[in-house]
């Protein structure tokens, strides 16, 4: 089963908006809550973000590309 970070930072913003106090014990509730709630953003945003890694060719292996440099297949400029 996989985590709703979505609704936990709902949940976290709605816990933050219920702390209406200026004590000290408020203060850290809210640092508290904001550490989580970016937290739950990072994960929420960065799940799936894992791209899929391209192989290029080794340096000196003879690549060339396909296509002619350009719209007239100059050769590149030196």
Same mark, same amino acid.
Request: proline share 9%; aromatic share 6%.
């Given at each position: 089963?996989?985590?709703?970070? #979505?609704? @936990?930072? %709902? &949940? %976290?913003? &709605?816990?933050?908006?219920?702390?209406?106090?200026?004590?000290? %014990?408020?203060?850290?509730?809210?640092? #508290?809550? *904001? +550490? +989580?709630?970016? @937290? @739950? +953003?990072? @994960?929420?945003?960065?799940?799936?973000? #894992?791209?899929? $890694? $391209?192989?290029?060719? /080794? $340096?000196? #292996? =003879?690549?060339? /590309?396909?296509?002619?440099? =350009?719209?007239? =297949?100059?050769? /590149?400029? *030196?």
């Amino acid at each position: 089963m996989r985590s709703d970070f #979505a609704t @936990a930072r %709902l &949940h %976290l913003e &709605h816990a933050q908006d219920c702390l209406r106090g200026d004590d000290n %014990l408020t203060e850290k509730m809210l640092t #508290a809550l *904001s +550490l +989580l709630i970016d @937290a @739950a +953003l990072t @994960a929420e945003y960065t799940r799936n973000q #894992a791209g899929k $890694v $391209v192989p290029f060719p /080794p $340096v000196g #292996a =003879g690549w060339r /590309p396909k296509k002619p440099f =350009g719209n007239r =297949g100059e050769n /590149p400029p *030196s």
